[in-house]
């Protein structure tokens, strides 16, 4: 943080030598509070603990408000000093954000470590129940526990044990190297795209039953889905196009007028014209409309969860 | 350069929105009488699922999307605050299936404090919130298994869904589960309206909390987001008639960018300078008049507005060199 920087170094908290004992004390005395701090909050009743919430959320809020609203600072270097007050602020809320998303990252990664272990509690205790499904629960954390052995050994190698980067080559390869390598792009890869192939599938199976023309608006979705349908086989294209333009031709009516780049009405009847003003007259609209109003709702959601008046659900 | 290039209006207009919201919250917490909210039958439909669910003594399916903790997947938690709250009350069992690790600890929170509520802390079952994983087609095939498994009587996918909400709603639908869905992907709405019996719609998904509990700051909440489409759909009208006038008449000044409009003048920069100032814009005469153009026009104009080189060109002092710690060469 800029601020905080410009302290000098031989009294400013923040500065520490790198792998000194002051720093890994400094990082100890920090765990312990942080520690603390989350006990004391789990041990407090749910009425104490909303104050508490809702302040760091309010506090998170204003900063990524007060980001969007600061006039933000022109082609700025990193050495150089605000001229005003105003700019200052900038400054400083430019600095802090990369902080802000580190407090993040770490936020997030502890909350996975909590979600492997909700994961291995379940499974685990359906193995010791000897449940029925316990053979799934078998093998989802033996395979979790390979791979995570496998992952980290070949990022220890590559990272701590690779400095000319002989690794990059595949001919230099171990088991270890190998293994991770099957893992993960040779089995969680394929098998990640072989559920995503399943979708052709259930698209099928879905579309049948949405197209069966049972009510007014299942006959109008049918109707514009056929006409864009159409509109993409080339074969169909060709044909239905080179009749309306027969048609204009044995009418005598020009097709389009060049001089001022606009469609006579006859060419709108070629097909590849009506799907593209179904896509953009009638689709575009709609989505626009649609992305409208969940625009709304989530800046509405945004300010009653920053502004704390949010009750019950989750902000329980 | 013009009034209007001063790039503060599309604030300007997020905080009359904002200002919008907050006095209907105001106005809905002060009146006495009801706001009128429109039947959403998605909604209507929550009781029923959970009733036959308690019928057939199956599960109730609830997942929240795929996305991290943000205001959807909050909004989805909320909604399902709503239904693991009937669930609680029919003794209904409970599944839901997240795919963060952050929603994850959320939700677990927030249906434990359900139960609390309902004084029924002793039938919470912790493994009712499950993590399944954090790779899409992964989750995607877990929660299919469930599904399959457990035969849910009831499914409810509210919240971020992409490519994987295809996969649900078929498998939900493959065992005949009454399915309430909604995202806020517009890409997936269609899939959902195809294989599910209720979908919500667009903003029926922030709406959904104010419809299930009525509360006046959601219901006020509601009605400000009703007065700001308003609004939104007044621009549009605007924007209609005064876009459709210029786009009809001709001008030979045309909006470009200064590496564009100047190129030998550009070239003479150097590459810091090129950096700094290739946002410029200038209005160049082109000599050849042409129908007005989208980025001329006054509204386009409004919401992008143009930079100067003037206003680009910043000079500030440097700070003092400070040697590091540990001292340096």
């Given at each position: 943080m800029d601020f905080l920087a410009q302290v000098d170094p031989r009294v400013n908290f923040w500065a520490t030598q790198p792998g000194s004992v002051e720093m890994w004390l400094k990082i100890l005395v920090g765990l312990v509070i942080s520690a603390g701090a989350i006990f004391a909050l789990i041990k407090m009743p749910t009425r104490g603990r909303r104050?508490?919430?809702?302040?760091?959320?309010?506090?998170?809020?204003?900063?990524?408000?007060?980001?969007?609203?600061?006039?933000?600072?022109?082609?700025?270097?990193p050495d150089e000093i605000a001229r005003s007050p105003a700019e200052g602020v900038s400054f400083l809320l430019a600095d802090t954000l990369p902080i802000v998303a580190t407090i993040t990252n770490i936020l997030v990664a502890i909350l996975l470590g909590l979600g492997v272990y909700s994961l291995i509690r379940l499974h685990g205790g359906r193995i010791i129940k000897r449940h029925a499904d316990r053979g799934?629960?078998?093998?989802?954390?033996?395979?979790?526990?390979?791979?995570?052995?496998?992952?980290?050994?070949?990022?220890?190698?590559?990272?701590?044990?690779?400095?000319?980067?002989?690794?990059?080559?595949?001919?230099?390869?171990?088991?270890?190297?190998?293994?991770?390598?099957?893992?993960?792009?040779?089995?969680?890869?394929?098998?990640?795209?072989?559920?995503?192939?399943?979708?052709?599938?259930?698209?099928?199976?879905?579309?049948?039953?949405?197209?069966?023309?049972?009510?007014?608006?299942?006959?109008?979705?049918?109707?514009?889905?056929?006409?864009?349908?159409?509109?993409?086989?080339?074969?169909?294209?060709?044909?239905?196009?080179?009749?309306?333009?027969?048609?204009?031709?044995?009418?005598?009516?020009?097709?389009?007028?060049?001089?001022?780049?606009?469609?006579?009405?006859?060419?709108?009847?070629?097909?590849?014209?009506?799907?593209?003003?179904?896509?953009?007259?009638?689709?575009?609209?709609?989505?626009?409309?649609?992305?409208?109003?969940?625009?709304?709702?989530?800046?509405?959601?945004?300010?009653?969860?920053?502004?704390?008046?949010?009750?019950?659900?989750?902000s329980v | 350069m013009q009034w209007h290039d001063t790039g503060s209006f599309g604030m300007i207009f997020v905080i009359v929105l904002v200002a919008f919201i907050l006095f209907n919250i105001y106005r809905a917490e002060t009146k006495k009488k009801e706001l009128y909210i429109r039947r959403i039958p998605g909604l209507n439909a929550i009781d029923d699922a959970i009733g036959r669910a308690t019928e057939m003594g199956k599960p109730v399916l609830m997942v929240p999307g795929i996305g991290g903790l943000n205001a959807i997947s909050v909004q989805a938690l909320n909604i399902f605050a709503q239904v693991s709250k009937a669930a609680a009350q029919f003794g209904t069992p409970i599944r839901l299936c997240v795919a963060d690790a952050a929603v994850f600890?959320?939700?677990?929170?927030?249906?434990?404090?359900?139960?609390?509520?309902?004084?029924?802390?002793?039938?919470?079952?912790?493994?009712?919130?499950?993590?399944?994983?954090?790779?899409?087609?992964?989750?995607?095939?877990?929660?299919?298994?469930?599904?399959?498994?457990?035969?849910?009587?009831a499914a409810f996918f509210l919240g971020e869904f992409f490519a994987e909400s295809l996969i649900f709603a078929e498998t939900a639908n493959s065992i005949g589960a009454i399915q309430v869905a909604g995202s806020t992907e517009k890409s997936q709405t269609p899939f959902f309206i195809a294989a599910c019996d209720y979908v919500l719609i667009g903003d029926e998904f922030y709406a959904a909390s104010a419809y299930l509990?009525?509360?006046?700051?959601?219901?006020?909440?509601?009605?400000?987001?009703?007065?700001?489409?308003?609004?939104?759909?007044?621009?549009?009208?605007?924007?209609?008639?005064?876009?459709?006038?210029?786009?009809?008449?001709?001008?030979?000044?045309?909006?470009?960018?200064?590496?564009?409009?100047?190129?030998?003048?550009?070239?003479?920069?150097?590459?810091e300078e090129q950096g700094n100032f290739e946002a410029v814009e200038v209005m160049k005469d082109t000599g050849t008049p042409t129908l007005v153009k989208k980025e001329n026009t006054g509204l386009y104009r409004v919401f992008n507005p143009m930079r100067d080189r003037e206003s680009l060109t910043v000079t500030r002092e440097k700070k003092a060199v400070v040697a590091p710690l540990g001292g340096g060469e």
């Open positions: 104050p508490v919430v809702m302040a760091f959320t309010f506090l998170c809020g204003l900063f990524y408000v007060l980001l969007w609203i600061w006039p933000s600072p022109l082609n700025r270097k799934f629960s078998v093998v989802l954390l033996v395979s979790m526990l390979t791979i995570t052995v496998f992952g980290y050994l070949d990022w220890g190698m590559r990272t701590f044990g690779d400095k000319e980067g002989k690794l990059l080559d595949i001919a230099n390869w171990g088991f270890v190297n190998l293994g991770a390598d099957l893992l993960f792009d040779g089995l969680l890869q394929q098998m990640d795209s072989a559920m995503f192939s399943m979708i052709a599938f259930f698209i099928l199976s879905a579309a049948y039953r949405a197209f069966r023309i049972r009510s007014v608006e299942s006959t109008v979705l049918m109707a514009s889905a056929l006409i864009l349908m159409v509109s993409l086989l080339s074969a169909v294209v060709v044909v239905w196009n080179g009749n309306v333009t027969n048609l204009a031709a044995a009418m005598n009516v020009p097709l389009a007028n060049p001089s001022i780049g606009e469609a006579g009405a006859l060419n709108f009847l070629k097909i590849s014209n009506i799907a593209s003003w179904v896509t953009s007259f009638l689709q575009t609209p709609a989505l626009r409309a649609v992305d409208f109003g969940i625009g709304l709702g989530a800046l509405a959601m945004g300010l009653r969860l920053w502004l704390g008046l949010e009750k019950g659900g989750v | 600890t959320v939700a677990q929170e927030v249906i434990r404090d359900v139960y609390q509520q309902q004084g029924l802390s002793e039938k919470f079952d912790p493994d009712s919130v499950r993590f399944v994983t954090d790779r899409q087609f992964a989750f995607a095939a877990g929660v299919s298994g469930l599904i399959l498994r457990e035969k849910v009587a509990t009525r509360q006046p700051i959601l219901v006020g909440s509601l009605v400000g987001q009703d007065w700001c489409k308003i609004l939104i759909a007044a621009c549009v009208l605007f924007g209609f008639m005064v876009n459709s006038y210029q786009r009809t008449q001709t001008t030979s000044l045309q909006r470009m960018p200064w590496s564009e409009a100047e190129p030998e003048a550009w070239a003479q920069l150097t590459p």
